[in-house]
């Protein structure tokens, strides 16, 4: 057996989890991008879905909301959709950016690959997906669209996410 089925074995069964999508315009009712995320963890099993939020395009804003999710031991991953890009308006790159204790360069190199070699070819250039740790809590942002969303969590986020925190877990016992 390899080390890394070695480590997924000993992953946690369940991984609490909160959802941020950040948009100056969805509601509940249009955040279709949102709503994918809550299924594809629901359909996956495993994933408590702990909160969710609707946060504006603003860099304070959503580093709050990261950070009440870092706070206590209620939620052990944040899921964020939107914000991803280049527009001056788009600032959730640097809000997670810069609270990581732990980035995982992987995460958004591997979207970027996939989106080019599967949907968006060059195009890809324009996300910052970006994924790391920040106080003991996963964190992971991916791109606001559901085809991105879909991607992400299909192929990188679900099967990654309870070995991820696998080896969080090791070094706080």
Excluded at 32 to 56: C, N, P, W
Excluded at 68 to 85: C, P, Q, R
Excluded at 86 to 108: C, N, S
């Amino acid at each position: 057996m390899s080390s890394v089925e070695e480590h997924r074995r000993q992953a946690p069964a369940s991984v609490r989890c909160m959802i941020i999508t950040v948009s100056d315009t969805r509601t509940p009712d249009t955040d279709t991008s949102g709503r994918l995320m809550k299924e594809l963890l629901q359909q996956a099993g495993g994933f408590e879905i702990v909160d969710y939020y609707i946060v504006k395009d603003e860099y304070s804003s959503i580093q709050t909301l990261v950070r009440k999710a870092a706070d206590g031991n209620a939620v052990e991953a944040v899921l964020i959709n939107g914000g991803t890009g280049i527009a001056r308006r788009d600032t959730t790159y640097e809000a997670v950016r810069d609270l990581l204790d732990k980035e995982m360069p992987g995460f958004g190199e591997i979207f970027r690959y996939l989106s080019f070699a599967q949907d968006i070819g060059a195009a890809a250039i324009l996300s910052r997906a970006v994924a790391g740790v920040y106080n003991d809590t996963a964190v992971f942002s991916m791109p606001g669209s559901s085809g991105a969303v879909k991607l992400a969590m299909n192929k990188i986020v679900i099967p990654e996410l309870k070995h991820v925190m696998r080896e969080i877990y090791k070094d706080l016992k």
